[in-house]
Structures are given as C-alpha cells and as structure tokens.
C-alpha cells in the first residue's frame, strides 16, 4: 500500500494524518465527520471554540460548503486558488459546529501542494486542517517537524518536502458588510483589491473567530525578544556577560560574536525559513532567543504579525491559558 494510500485508509477510518501544503503542514481530518474533527482537538490541546480552515480540491467545493457564496468569493477564488488564501464564508448548514467553533461561518483554502492536491481529489471531500504542532506553539515546515510534534499518535504523515510559503494563509472574512482581512499572509491587500476592490485590515467587533489570530500564537518554548538591530546586538553581549546563552534570529548577517541564524533579507524568503529557523534555535537549550526586527512595508506584515505573536506566547508552558 502507497502512503497515499494509507493515508485515504486512515482519513476514512476518521483518523487525523499530517499533511502538506504549499504554507505550512496540517493535521488533517474528514470534515464533514465530527468525530474526526474531534480528534485534531485533542491531539492538539486546542480550544474547542477555535475555528479549523477546511481544504478543498478547487473553487467547484465552495457551494458545497458555503451558502450565499458572493461574487468576490468566486473572482478570488479564480484568481489565487490553488494558492494561500482562506476566505471566510457563511457555511451550509451541514457544516459541523465543530469545525467552524459553533459560529455561522467557515474558513475554505485550496491548497497549492501537489500532494495535497492528489489526495484531496482522491478523497472526493473536504478536510480540516489547521498546523500539525501542539496548539500554540510554532507551526511545522517540513514532515519531520510532525513527526517530532506527535510522534507515533500520528502515524501516517505524507511528506511533501519543505512548505514552498513557510507562513499560514491570508485570512479573508467575506461574510460582514465588508471584505476584512483577518490574517495576513503571502497575498497582500493590494493583490486582494486588485480583484474585488476595497478591503479592510484587522478585525472589527462583527468579525468572526479565525484560526492563528489569538494573541499568544506560533510560540517557541523558550523567551523571545523582538528587537532593533543595534538594541538586539546590546541586548545579546549583555546577557551572555551575565552568563547567559543567546541565540539570535538575524536579517541578512549575523552580528559578531554571538550565536544564532541569519535568514534572507527579503520578506518572501525570510517568511520560508521563519518557522524552521524558530524552530531550531529553541532546540538549542538557551536561555532567551533574540529576533531582529524586520523592515516595516506591507511586504513584511504577516511576518511582523507572526514573530509578535511568536514572542507573545514565547516561553508559556504548554497548559497556559
């Protein structure tokens, strides 16, 4: 049997698999049964009122899913699917509460993974799948981050290679008066407005619940810091006079004399080495992990937005609220 294969069998039998897409790997789980859906919550340790993003096969899925499905919907979807957009929509009432975390809406994505896509179509249905880690904590690039997060509880991985993105989708909420970015990601507002005209930023009081937007989120088990170059390069040698160990996260170089890793200087590959990087440094049993502070620029928005929420939840135990 092909790991495709054993990965339908398993998805079949309502278990959760790991799976890879194009932004980063995801439990995946039948969603149109919530007793799968159930089990990425507990594997997970996620709030059972936090929403799940169901992948689908192509644009063709969205009626089956959503209801009401504007016209924005269908121009975008034609336009950056498959690819790493989310639009949030009003969901067909045969949506299971537990997927969309007992709201009126659901979050749909085709993902722009060949692997994924296979399986998808092989699979003739939707499936949820939000980061394969432990919830909270920094989202896994490559299969063999999911086999260190779950180990032999999730036994069947399909490996993909690395994420091409490295960082979650853009969130869009389509279902209010007005197109809302929730999430940025790799397809910027100016992409979005290019299609469907104005669009707005940030959630507003009306704005549903949306998977990775909590405060504390993407977060390394050891303290992070995000700071200026010059701050970052005082904050390292001061620590370590103090018999510290540091580990920086650079742009571009790293500053002399301390340890660490530098990711490129631009915002697309910075994004694609960001997790993976994260992820290494906290392995290394220091003290505090330092990460300078990327150029401002809508360019670096959905990096700026995951390096505060890594450093929010940095350091937290794994049962914080």
Known sequence: MSTLEQA?????????????????????????????????????????????IVHVA??????????????????????????????????????????????????LRCPAHPVALELLRAFGGGLAAPSANRFGRISPTTAAHVREEFGAAVPVVLDGGECEVGIESTILDLSGAAPRIL?????????????????????????????????????????????????????????????????????????????????PADATGYAHGLYAGLRELDARGVNLLLAERPPEGEAWLAVHDRLRRSAAGAGLPDDAP
Not at 29 to 44: C, G, Q, T, Y
Not at 68 to 74: F, I, L, T
Not at 75 to 82: H, T
Not at 229 to 241: D, G, P, S
């Open 8 to 52: 339908l069998t398993a998805l079949r039998a309502g278990e959760a698999i790991g799976l890879p897409t194009e932004t980063v790997y995801g439990l995946a789980a039948d969603a149109s049964r919530p007793e799968a859906v159930r089990k990425i919550f507990a594997l997970k340790g996620r709030p059972a009122d936090h929403p799940l």
């Open 58 to 107: 192509g644009a063709d899925a969205l009626d089956a899913w959503a209801r009401d499905v504007p016209d924005a919907a269908r121009g975008l979807a034609a336009r950056f699917w498959p690819g790493p957009l989310t639009l949030i929509l009003r969901k067909q009432p045969r949506v299971p509460d537990e997927v969309t975390g007992g709201q009126a809406t659901v979050g």
């Open 183 to 263: 999430r940025p990601g790799r397809i910027s507002r100016a992409e979005l407005e290019a299609v469907i005209g104005p669009v707005e930023a940030g959630a507003d009081a009306h704005s549903p619940r949306a998977s990775g937007t909590l405060e504390a989120h993407y977060a390394p088990r050891t303290p992070l810091l995000m700071l200026a170059r010059t701050a970052l390069e005082h904050e390292a040698l001061e620590q370590q006079a103090l018999g510290k160990r540091v580990a920086v996260l650079a742009l571009g170089t790293l500053p002399q004399g301390v340890d660490g890793l530098a990711l």
